[in-house]
Nanobody, 129 residues
Framework: QVQLVESGGDSVQAGGSLRLSCAIS????????MGWFRQDPGKEREGVAV????????YYADSVKGRFTISRDNARNTLYLQMNSLKPEDTTIYYC??????????????????????WGQGTQVTVSS
């Protein structure tokens, strides 16, 4: 069992930056794919970025490519999402997730939230114009 706890959500103005953190505890050694997703209430959860722990390859949704960076700190068992040049349309709840299977690359970002077994509770990001 793995526990994921997000933090770092806040309210910022457009153009600003935030760094989200996801503290991971439990049986983390067999979690090969980790990622960040976001979801508006009543809408489908969408992928933001995923990271393959075997080689640290990363994949991003087109909407955030060049602005967001996913990374991890093994010593702290923490997954990060650095978000720069934030836009009002980035406003929503952000979730981190993990699974045992390896990442499938960009395929994990579109319609594959069901493939992730472990989820955090989410953190709110609000970007004002």
């Amino acid at each position: 069992q793995v526990q994921l706890v997000e933090s770092g959500g806040d309210s910022v103005q457009a153009g600003g930056s935030l760094r989200l953190s996801c503290a991971i505890s439990g049986s983390t050694s067999n979690r090969r794919c980790m990622g960040w997703f976001r979801q508006d209430p009543g809408k489908e959860r969408e992928g933001v970025a995923v990271l393959e722990t075997r080689d640290d390859n990363t994949y991003y949704a087109d909407s955030v490519k060049g602005r967001f960076t996913i990374s991890r700190d093994n010593a702290r068992n923490t997954l990060y999402l650095q978000m720069n040049s934030l836009k009002p349309e980035d406003t929503t709840i952000y979730y981190c997730a993990a699974r045992r299977q390896t990442c499938l690359g960009s395929e994990d970002l579109y319609g594959r939230t069901w493939a992730f077994a472990d989820w955090g509770q989410g953190t709110q990001v609000t970007v004002s114009s």
